[in-house]
């Protein structure tokens, strides 16, 4: 997984309550806009591509293509305890470790000194779909830590954070990692975030970190919520053309 983490880093340049944290129950800013409909078909990776952000919809921000597998085991994560192996999945580039119809992965980097996003984005069968967010769900709230037993690195303080209201179901976590230890003994921590967001059958994984030196170094990590709502108009506009057609 190390490799993985270090091309995460790319896209991420930059940038809780604790267990159990309470998930609010109303859906602010995120849902997509009254008339445009959800993806209702599986999505070829031709769809994927037309659907994904470019530098065209972003002001201020850069896109670059990352390679992923559709098939099965794309990225399977080894970590300990298992129970929290669906966040390990996230963190990697293939979001899931779910057989995709279709898999892209997308770097999604700022052009300054903020935060950007590392987006894997997979259509599944509806069951799949469902199981990659419901999954992903619970191993957050039941997860506290866990260690990538690949890449030796340590996930800690993991939180569930209020539900950001994105697509048709959506979770929002937020994890520490714990990357070396400085020349004193101390541990380097490094703000991790995850959202996770299913709209249709299509799955949206982002992931962000705050990297050390940065403008956000020392702040808890957040996925620009920016990115995330322009991706969801840019899908449910996609599939409201074609279904006029």
């Known amino acids: 997984m190390t490799t993985l983490v270090v ?10 309550s ?10 602010p800013e995120g849902r997509l806009p009254s008339g445009i409909s959800t993806p209702s078909k599986l999505w070829t ?3 994927l591509n037309s659907a994904a952000l470019t530098v065209e919809d972003l002001d201020g921000y850069d896109v670059a293509p990352m390679e992923a597998e559709a098939g099965a085991g794309a990225f ?23 057989a995709a119809a279709a898999r892209i992965v997308r770097l999604i980097f700022p ?4 935060a950007g996003a590392t ?34 690195f340590r996930y800690e303080d993991v939180e569930v954070q209020s539900d950001p209201g994105y697509g048709e179901e959506s979770v929002s976590v937020r994890l ?12 380097v921590k490094i703000p991790f975030a995850i959202v996770a967001v299913r709209q249709g059958a299509t799955v949206a994984m982002f992931s ?36 006029r057609r």
């Open 7 to 16: 091309l995460s880093s790319v896209a991420a340049c930059a940038g809780g």
């Open 18 to 27: 604790g267990k159990g944290a309470e998930t609010s129950a109303a859906k």
């Open 45 to 47: 990776e031709a769809d």
């Open 76 to 98: 399977r994560a080894t970590v300990d305890p298992a129970m929290c192996e669906p966040i390990g999945h996230a963190l990697g580039p293939n979001g899931s470790a779910y």
């Open 111 to 114: 052009e300054g000194d903020g």
């Open 119 to 152: 987006m894997a984005l997979a259509s599944y069968s509806a069951e799949d779909a469902r199981n990659v967010v419901q999954e992903f769900r619970k191993a957050t709230e039941r997860c506290a830590a866990y260690k990538d037993l690949v890449s030796s």
């Open 176 to 187: 520490t990692q714990i990357a070396d230890y400085d020349a004193n003994g101390e541990p």
């Open 208 to 243: 962000t970190f705050n990297r050390r030196g940065g403008s956000q170094e020392g702040m808890p990590a957040s996925v620009p919520a920016v990115l995330v709502r322009a991706q969801l108009n840019k899908m449910g506009e996609l599939d409201a053309s074609a279904s």
